[in-house]
């Protein structure tokens, strides 16, 4: 093995990687060792064009130079404050500029450092703003299955993935789960927001039914499920979620981890699907995943909630050490102006006909059963091979790196996210790497 920090095999051992094959990669370490705008460099000096913009989150693409002074000089000024009963300007200027372009009404913010951490955070807003208004008994949490929500405990149990939830005992209790949207025999090869599954909202309803609406406080879906494989929702399915959950008094939380920040051509998806949810979870663009944030938007009204006790009690009692973190707040509005200096929160918007043209050119590749894709997001579906789930895609995926492109794939899934700031001959370059990875795996 050969790289630039020459690091021996056994060097390897001690870093136990995430959501990772670890004896697999420490036999075959695949190295990252710089990256500039849309490419990764290998330790052996190999250019790997980033289809994933890192983990969904380089969404200006990579070392950015305004990013980067940013930091540097807040690091320097102001390392770390606290922002438990104490301030520091750069944290209310971020909230600030964030609110401004959050969806209408979500006028408050609260920070933590990581998807996961918005999610148990907007779970606790949730159960805490019931009991804030007198309603207790809402205690329930619906998730639905294949949603994807961070790795605590909150989000594992309102998650719907069998695989993060059957190795950690008892989850949440009180937590139920709508059917996911995913109808492969009806929509395959669908370009954005799929025809039929519109109606599946109101398996929501039947679940408020099974309990009684007085027992359900939140229900929180992705906009569009990311991790397990980009499922789109169907035509008028959040609407009818948003409908369901306004009759019966119930919250919506939206996780945007993903889809916020431009992803779908669109600030947040909840714009880009018009429906606006009544607590939204961010992070990974928020700092163009340079520095670990997240940050909880809420709407106003719930905000309000909590703030009508003694005027000396804190009034949520929750919060991370890290929270508004000065340097992270400084990437964040570095970050947040570089999105809207070059016009990033809607490139998806100007290249998605691009990117779903060329996305759907490789719907006669071998083993594709569908492709999915809106903004600048998309899946590939690959036929798993027999007895050997998750084997071929994840086959194209070093293939796909050999051949100098980062792609990312989830059981027999490719799933693409590029940063936005990708030319319309890279995802070419994209499109054609798999095309022939295609009909190299097996
Ligand atoms: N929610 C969603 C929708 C996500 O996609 C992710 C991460 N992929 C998370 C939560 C968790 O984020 P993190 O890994 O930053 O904890």
Redesign the pocket.
Same mark, same amino acid.
């Given at each position: 093995m050969s790289n630039r920090l020459n690091l021996k095999p056994n060097d390897l051992s001690a870093f136990w990687m995430p959501f990772t094959a670890n004896r697999q990669f420490k036999q075959t370490p695949r190295m990252l060792v710089s990256a500039r705008d849309m490419h990764y460099t290998t330790d052996d000096g190999r250019k790997v064009l980033d289809g994933t913009a890192g983990?969904?989150c380089v969404n200006a693409g990579h070392c950015r130079a305004k990013i980067t002074e940013a930091i540097q000089t807040q690091a320097a000024e102001l390392d770390y404050a606290p922002a438990f009963q104490m301030g520091h300007p750069i944290v209310f200027d971020f909230a600030n500029r964030l609110v401004s372009m959050a969806p209408q009404g979500m006028d408050h913010v609260f920070f933590t450092n =990581? +998807? &996961?951490? =918005?999610?148990e955070t907007a779970l606790k807003i949730a159960l805490a703003y019931h009991r804030a208004k007198g309603n207790g008994s809402r205690f329930r949490l619906i998730g639905r299955e294949r949603g994807?929500? +961070? @790795?605590n405990f909150g *989000?594992i149990s309102v998650g719907g993935i069998v695989a993060n939830r059957k190795m950690f005992g008892t989850l949440l209790t009180g937590v139920d789960h709508m059917p996911h949207t995913h109808l492969p025999g009806k929509n395959a090869f669908t370009r954005g927001e799929p025809e039929h599954g519109g109606d599946l909202a109101d398996q929501l309803e039947r679940i408020v039914t099974l309990h009684d609406a007085s027992t359900v406080a939140a229900v929180i879906v /992705?906009p569009v499920a *990311? &991790?397990t494989g980009v499922l789109i929702p169907p035509k008028g399915y959040l609407k009818r979620l948003r409908e369901i959950c306004d009759k019966h008094d119930i919250l919506l939380i939206f996780? /945007? @981890?993903?889809t916020g920040f431009g992803r779908l051509g669109t600030p947040f998806g909840a714009d880009y699907f018009d429906v606006v949810p009544d607590i939204m979870?961010t992070?990974?663009g928020i700092t163009n995943g340079v520095i670990?944030m +997240?940050a909880v938007f809420v709407k106003e009204e719930i905000h309000d909630a909590f703030m009508n006790g003694p005027e000396h009690l804190i009034e949520f009692f929750h919060g991370y050490t890290y929270s508004g973190n000065p340097i992270a707040c400084a990437a964040g509005i570095a970050t947040l102006e570089t999105y809207q200096e070059e016009g990033l929160l809607t490139r998806g918007a100007e290249l998605g006909n691009y990117w779903e043209d060329a996305l759907h050119s490789l719907k006669d590749a071998p083993y594709v059963i569908d492709i999915r894709s809106i903004g600048l997001v998309g899946a590939i579906e690959l036929e798993p091979m027999a007895g050997q789930p998750t084997k071929r895609a994840f086959s194209a995926f070093l293939k796909a790196f050999e051949k100098g492109v980062l792609i990312r794939t989830t059981g027999d899934i490719i799933a693409l996210s590029p940063p936005l700031i990708i030319e319309k001959g890279q995802i070419d370059e994209i499109v054609d790497c798999l095309r022939t990875v295609l009909t190299e795996v097996e």
């Open positions: 983990l969904w =990581s +998807g &996961s951490e =918005s999610v994807y929500h +961070g @790795v *989000g /992705e *990311g &991790s996780d /945007e @981890v993903i979870t992070a990974k670990p +997240g």
